[in-house]
Nanobody, 124 residues
Framework: QVQLVESGGGLVQPGGSLRLSCAASGFTSRYYTIAWFRQAPGKEREGVSC????????YYSDSVRGRFTISKDNAQNTVYLQMNSLRPEDTAVYYC?????????????????WGQGTQVTVSS
C-alpha cells in the first residue's frame, strides 16, 4: 500500500520561501508519478506540480511556474516542493498525491493515493 506523508508547511511572509516534503513508500515498481495539489478555503483542489519517477519529467501549473521547483531525493524516496517568491494567494492546504503510472498530469482524478495535507499560510 502506497503511503505519503507531507511536512514542511507553516507561516511565511510574502516574498518568502518554504520547502515541502513528501515521504513516499509502498510503490511496487519505479513507474509512478508524485504530484502536489493545493486547496484554498472555498476553492477546488488544484494541481500545482508533478514529478514522473520513470524519467524525472516535471510539470508545473501556470500559477507557480518559475517560482516553485519539484525534485526528488532517491536515497530518501522523498519528493520536495521548493516554493519561492510566495504570495498570499499561495495560501492553502498542500497535498501530496501519487499514482502508479508513468504519466504527467495535474488532473486530480488521475491520482489514487493522497497524504493528509500540510497548511501553508502566506501573510504579513
Amino acid at each position: 500500500q502506497v503511503q505519503l506523508v507531507e511536512s514542511g508547511g507553516g507561516l511565511v511572509q510574502p516574498g518568502g520561501s518554504l520547502r515541502l516534503s513528501c515521504a513516499a513508500s509502498g510503490f511496487t515498481s519505479r513507474y509512478y508519478t508524485i504530484a502536489w495539489f493545493r486547496q484554498a478555503p472555498g476553492k477546488e483542489r488544484e494541481g500545482v506540480s508533478c514529478f514522473a519517477n520513470t524519467d524525472g519529467s516535471t510539470y508545473y501549473s501556470d500559477s507557480v511556474r518559475g517560482r516553485f521547483t519539484i525534485s526528488k531525493d532517491n536515497a530518501q524516496n522523498t519528493v520536495y516542493l521548493q516554493m519561492n517568491s510566495l504570495r498570499p494567494e499561495d495560501t492553502a492546504v498542500y497535498y501530496c498525491a501519487a499514482v502508479e503510472l508513468p504519466l504527467i498530469s495535474l488532473q486530480r482524478s488521475r491520482y489514487d493515493y493522497w497524504g493528509q495535507g500540510t497548511q501553508v499560510t502566506v501573510s504579513s
